[in-house]
């Protein structure tokens, strides 16, 4: 067979518009899927390959690159309850480098793996609350910077999230407490 248009209607109630090749999607197409969701961009083999977008019947919307039909490279996913991401995928999870804008307005930019914050990166809060540091598992963990909105400021260690080890606690006034934090307390 060689190339050409056309639309296909499968059994299920999906629907392909666009190139064939060799009786395989491949070229520029749009696929409807029957529970309505939408993809549209470069087929290869059957599958989304390079720039496309995918519609989510949620409503979810991915922009972005494809690799046999999973996200990967860059793109922007917008998900129906208002929060986004934009970065780096790989086999169809959020890795590498990246930007998420949570639902409440919070924003995290650094480095995920399979979706979870991981590695170097800051968290900015909608009260103006900043931590530039590690993350491990989603949380703060390791060295990081936590500067308040009021001024305040601790550089230091982190564990499970929480102030935790060694580290230095500044107050607006250049005032210092300097010691051993644990679950987000100092140590007397």
Not at 82 to 98: L, P, R
Not at 155 to 165: I, T, W
Request: with cysteine; aromatic share 16%.
């Amino acid at each position: 067979m060689k190339h050409y248009n056309g639309k296909y209607e499968f059994v299920d109630g999906d629907l392909y518009v666009g190139s064939w090749d060799n009786n395989e999607m491949t070229g520029k197409g749009k696929y409807q899927f029957s529970n309505g969701g939408v993809c549209e961009g470069n087929f290869l083999n059957g599958k989304l390959n390079g720039q496309g977008i995918f519609i989510f019947s949620n409503g979810d919307r991915y922009d972005g690159t494809f690799n046999n039909g999973k996200r990967d490279g860059f793109g922007t996913l917008i998900l129906s309850d208002g929060s986004s991401y934009i970065g780096e995928w790989k086999e169809d999870k959020i890795n590498g480098q990246g930007k998420y804008t949570f639902l409440n307005g919070n924003e995290y930019e650094g480095m995920f793996v399979n979706g979870i914050m991981e590695g170097k990166g800051s968290y900015s809060f909608t009260n103006g609350n900043l931590y530039i540091g590690e993350f491990v598992e989603g949380k703060r963990e390791g060295l990081g910077v936590f500067t308040y909105s009021n001024g305040n400021k601790y550089v230091g260690e982190f564990k499970n999230g929480n102030m935790e080890g060694q580290g230095t606690f500044t107050y607006p006034n250049g005032d210092k407490r300097v010691g051993v934090w644990e679950n987000g307390k100092p140590i007397e």
